[in-house]
């Protein structure tokens, strides 16, 4: 069975599928917030997302985060840090790269496992 969350015109949200929860491309909502704001609101959609899935971000298997400015990574950081449970760290890689809106600073994708 596919469960698709979130769903939008033209993506879902996650897709919950084989025991794995896949995250789409998480941006903020408010994008006047400075990167660690833009972050931490991303966060919160993904821990809003995994909960919905039936899972939590201790569950995480593999996070992708990617800054329009690499020069954002230490603000990121600082979201990321204060958020992160420490007994459950991912796997993650950071890369820039241009985000189709040039005010977001930040998207983060991920797979999670379920319970």
């Known amino acids: 069975m596919i469960r698709r969350l979130a769903e939008e015109g033209r993506l879902s949200g996650a897709v919950v599928h084989g025991g794995l929860v896949w995250l789409a491309g998480q941006v903020a909502d408010d994008a ?6 833009q972050t931490a609101d991303v966060l ?12 939590s971000k201790s569950r ?3 996070v992708q985060v990617i800054l329009a400015d690499i020069r954002d990574a230490p603000a990121m ?9 420490p007994a459950a760290k991912p796997a ?20 999670a496992a379920l319970p």
């Open 92 to 111: 993650r890689f950071t890369i820039q790269a241009p985000l189709v809106d040039p005010a977001w600073k930040v998207e983060i994708t991920g797979v």
């Open 32 to 37: 006047s917030l400075d990167a660690e704001g």
């Open 77 to 85: 950081n600082r979201a990321w840090d204060a958020w992160l449970d």
């Open 44 to 55: 919160r959609q993904i821990d809003a997302l995994l909960a919905e899935a039936g899972t």
């Open 60 to 62: 995480l298997l593999s």
